[in-house]
């Protein structure tokens, strides 16, 4: 009897383990990976119209950066975005999301800077109209 109360246990343990590790991709959120192929894809093939309309409006950027207030200013700053602080296209080609642990609304892809480090923070939050990509950031700056 003991060994039958202590295997349950051990799959009732098992069964309620989070879906997610903090800091690390949701395995079974299919909005999150369908939204992820589609902006990764149009970041890849330089589509600045797609990501524009995968994008939620003000983008926070990093410290001292102003502001990318809608469609048109993301369009003209897109390298600026994309290509400055990091290569996001050769980035994201090989990065899947990770989820935030404080806030299972939001997921980060980290990129590297110029020097390798990791620092380029790129950030998206699940709104009312679905998963947006919503700022940049460096956390060296």
Do not use: H
């Not at 060994?3 to 590790?21: D, E, K, T, W």
């Not at 809608?70 to 990091?86: C, P, T």
């Not at 994201?92 to 020097?115: I, L």
Request: aromatic share 10%; charged share 20%.
């Amino acid at each position: 009897m003991k060994r039958i109360i202590i295997l349950c246990l051990f799959g009732l343990l098992c069964g309620a383990a989070p879906a997610a590790i903090p800091g690390k991709a949701l395995q079974g959120d299919e909005a999150v990976t369908a939204f992820w192929q589609k902006f990764k894809a149009a970041v890849i093939s330089g589509n600045r119209r797609e990501v524009s309309s995968l994008s939620k409006f003000p983008i926070g950027m990093s410290y001292g950066i102003a502001s990318i207030k809608n469609k048109s200013q993301l369009q003209r700053r897109y390298r600026e975005v994309f290509n400055q602080q990091s290569n996001a296209a050769q980035c994201f080609a090989g990065k899947q999301p990770e989820m935030d642990a404080e806030n299972p609304k939001r997921f980060n892809v980290a990129c590297p800077d110029s020097a390798g480090n990791e620092v380029v923070i790129y950030q998206f939050e699940r709104t009312t109209k679905g998963w947006k990509f919503v700022g940049l950031d460096n956390i060296n700056e």
